[in-house]
């Protein structure tokens, strides 16, 4: 039951969310160069106490999970260096490497605090408990995000040295050292169960409040400032295919706004958001810039064909006539396009291209203009 409802809550948060949990875990390998360290000191140690050849052992695998660990971390900044943005997929395999790894760390720092009560050095068996300690300590604060790996490396590094506790002596100080152990394994369950639940809850709100930020209150579509972060995207993902960008302004909009009032200039605006949205595609995407002014960027456009097909739907979807509140409204649009890479390869570049042939098209009182290319000095014109 209780892992049910955390794999329940954790599948169903947005990948936004998932993928910022991830970037998280890569975000320093303190923790994991603390844990190799420590191993390799008191490994070093209790061999040259001891002679033991498993607590040898047990401490080079410790040192070579650490430094294969470091490099996994060292990969991904590299990786997503070069590719800021993950999708879920990429970041579930992400994901498990470093659940393989910090289990890995945990098992190694179990079995290390189990083999440590058999050898018979008190000193050596205090420091490798309070490695294994502060590595459940580390996990609390590490992998709380990640409740089901905290658990099980909770259970790695706790249950070998309980198993240990009560095969070495039946006695009651071993029994209460095993229970000891048993009641940090736990506690750590409920620490991770509360930390977890606080900080999703916090990145959920967190979430909330950046998305109203990007959204226009009055249409529902997103507002002028996701353009140097979604289209900026979309530009730089164009691959193959061109991208082409709509600019788009109402004709007649402040005649209307002024003839029957803002209440149905604003549902007005609506209704030519709500048409924007059922002429574009599910993967392009659609921005208010402000008063009557919108702009949808097209994704994988084949050819410049493809774009003036997208111009002339615009246009003839949105010159239909409105109906609000008992009036029969009609106006038109001005749209000036331009395509990347062809009219420029950035985002300041692709909306300075089609503001330009917008304001052709404007000249021409309707109907929408391709930009030319940066050589030439006149735009392609188009009546609709």
Same mark, same amino acid.
């Not at 420590?38 to 001891?50: E, N």
């Not at 402040?254 to 209440?263: F, I, L, S, T």
């Not at 692709?350 to 404007?362: G, P, V």
């Given at each position: 039951?209780?892992?049910?409802?955390?794999?329940?809550?954790?599948?169903?948060?947005?990948?936004?969310?998932?993928?910022?949990?991830?970037?998280?875990?890569?975000?320093?390998?303190?923790?994991?160069?603390?844990?190799?360290?420590?191993?390799?000191?008191? $490994?070093? #140690? *209790?061999?040259?106490?001891?002679?033991?050849?498993?607590? !040898?052992?047990?401490?080079?695998?410790?040192? #070579? =999970?650490?430094?294969?660990?470091?490099? =996994?971390?060292?990969?991904?900044?590299?990786?997503?260096?070069?590719?800021?943005?993950?999708? /879920?997929?990429?970041?579930?395999?992400?994901?498990?490497?470093? %659940?393989?790894?910090?289990?890995?760390?945990?098992?190694?720092?179990?079995?290390?605090? @189990?083999?440590?009560?058999?050898?018979?050095?008190?000193?050596?068996?205090?420091?490798? =408990?309070?490695?294994?300690?502060?590595?459940? !300590?580390?996990?609390?604060?590490?992998?709380?995000?990640?409740?089901?790996? &905290?658990?099980?490396?909770?259970?790695?590094?706790?249950?070998?040295?309980?198993?240990?506790?009560?095969?070495?002596?039946?006695?009651?100080?071993?029994?209460?050292? $095993?229970?000891?152990?048993?009641?940090?394994?736990?506690?750590?369950?409920?620490?991770?169960?509360? +930390?977890?639940? +606080?900080?999703?809850?916090?990145?959920?709100?967190?979430?909330?409040?950046?998305?109203?930020?990007?959204?226009?209150?009055?249409?529902?579509?997103?507002?002028? +400032?996701?353009?140097?972060?979604?289209?900026?995207?979309?530009? !730089?993902? $164009?691959?193959?295919?061109?991208?082409?960008?709509?600019?788009?302004?109402?004709?007649?909009?402040?005649?209307?706004?002024?003839?029957?009032?803002?209440?149905?200039?604003?549902?007005?605006?609506?209704?030519?958001?709500?048409?924007?949205?059922?002429?574009?595609?599910? @993967?392009?995407?659609?921005?208010?810039?402000? $008063?009557?002014?919108?702009?949808? &960027?097209?994704? *994988?456009?084949?050819?410049?064909?493809?774009?003036?097909?997208?111009?002339?739907? #615009?246009?003839?979807?949105?010159? %239909?006539?409105?109906?609000?509140?008992?009036?029969?409204?009609?106006?038109?649009?001005?749209?000036? #396009? @331009?395509?990347?890479?062809?009219?420029?390869?950035? =985002?300041? %570049?692709?909306?300075? /291209?089609?503001?330009?042939?917008?304001?052709?098209?404007?000249?021409?009182?309707?109907?929408?203009?391709?930009?030319?290319?940066? *050589?030439? +000095?006149?735009?392609?014109?188009?009546?609709?």
């Amino acid at each position: 039951m209780f892992f049910a409802k955390i794999q329940s809550r954790t599948a169903s948060i947005s990948d936004a969310i998932y993928i910022e949990v991830i970037a998280t875990l890569y975000g320093t390998m303190v923790p994991i160069l603390v844990a190799g360290v420590c191993q390799a000191i008191v $490994g070093t #140690i *209790s061999v040259a106490q001891t002679g033991d050849d498993f607590t !040898a052992i047990l401490t080079v695998l410790g040192i #070579i =999970v650490a430094l294969a660990r470091m490099l =996994v971390v060292l990969t991904f900044r590299r990786k997503t260096r070069r590719k800021p943005l993950l999708d /879920r997929s990429e970041a579930l395999a992400w994901e498990r490497r470093y %659940a393989a790894g910090t289990f890995t760390t945990a098992l190694l720092l179990g079995l290390f605090a @189990a083999r440590s009560l058999f050898v018979g050095d008190a000193i050596c068996l205090v420091m490798a =408990v309070g490695i294994a300690f502060g590595f459940g !300590a580390g996990i609390v604060a590490r992998l709380s995000l990640r409740p089901v790996v &905290a658990l099980l490396d909770f259970c790695a590094v706790g249950l070998p040295a309980v198993v240990a506790t009560f095969l070495k002596q039946w006695d009651v100080p071993h029994i209460a050292m $095993g229970l000891m152990f048993l009641v940090f394994i736990v506690a750590g369950f409920e620490m991770v169960r509360l +930390s977890y639940n +606080s900080t999703l809850n916090q990145m959920t709100l967190k979430q909330k409040f950046e998305q109203l930020a990007r959204i226009d209150p009055m249409t529902g579509l997103l507002n002028r +400032s996701v353009l140097a972060t979604d289209l900026e995207r979309i530009v !730089a993902d $164009g691959g193959s295919g061109m991208v082409a960008v709509q600019a788009i302004d109402l004709d007649h909009f402040k005649a209307a706004n002024d003839r029957y009032g803002h209440p149905v200039g604003d549902a007005l605006l609506k209704q030519v958001a709500a048409r924007l949205m059922s002429v574009a595609g599910p @993967a392009d995407l659609i921005v208010r810039m402000g $008063g009557d002014e919108f702009i949808l &960027a097209q994704r *994988s456009v084949g050819s410049r064909g493809d774009a003036e097909l997208m111009a002339q739907r #615009i246009f003839e979807t949105i010159s %239909a006539p409105y109906h609000v509140d008992g009036h029969e409204i009609v106006i038109g649009t001005s749209i000036g #396009i @331009a395509l990347s890479p062809e009219h420029g390869k950035t =985002v300041e %570049a692709l909306l300075a /291209r089609s503001d330009a042939a917008l304001y052709r098209a404007k000249e021409r009182r309707g109907g929408y203009v391709l930009a030319s290319e940066p *050589s030439k +000095s006149q735009d392609r014109q188009h009546a609709a």
